[in-house]
């Protein structure tokens, strides 16, 4: 190999990859789906063929799904009733709280909960934090089906370290994104890690209600 090489995103591209299989490998022993692919493109398209039409859909606040165009994709099929507790007006803002925490309560009833996550661990472990804990909880119990998307930048080791993730990088700046973008934070601050839910699997009676697309890209937070 040549000294000074400057460009690794090849190097680090394959090695994404590997680590993506090893999740995937774990997820199915947890009875969870996992997906591989490559770009986001390849996520949107997977995802709007696994969307079937009439399925009532719910989402939780993902940056990732944002990047995707998930939302605009989904309006101009329009095939699917969609609640969106996270719409923003012209100015950026979401509906105010109580509209919201309504909007929240509706989607644990959704056909499809969309949503990405905060850290997933090479066991296949799902390790998320919410400022109110809408989005942890529809992970666990509600919607029929639950489709996580998520880069493989958010790939760690074990749970600690997805705990440690969580606390010194995706919280502070999710945190911040609101107060600049959104001009919420509902009291939180910096303190959003009020709901934590670790989730290791689904019931064999329910094999596949989650599934997770793994986007060899770094997204989200």
Known sequence: MAMGDTDLTAEF?????????MVIENLKKKYMDGHFVETKEEALALLMDLIPAGAKLGRGDSVTLNQLGVFEALMERGQNEFINPVRTDKQGYNPPREERRQMQRQTLLS??????????????TIVNS????????AMCFGPKKVILVVGT??????????LARIRDWACPVNATRHRMKHNTDDGLGWGVMRYTAIIDGNQPVEQGKICVILVNENLGM
Not at 111 to 124: P, R, S
Request: aromatic fraction near 4%.
């Open 13 to 21: 591209r394959q090695h994404y990859r590997e680590r993506a299989a």
């Open 111 to 124: 056909d499809i909960y969309l949503a990405g996550t905060n850290a997933i661990t090479l066991e296949g």
């Open 130 to 137: 919410d400022g109110s804990g809408n989005r942890v909880a």
């Open 153 to 162: 930048n958010k790939i760690v080791t074990n749970v600690e370290a997805a």
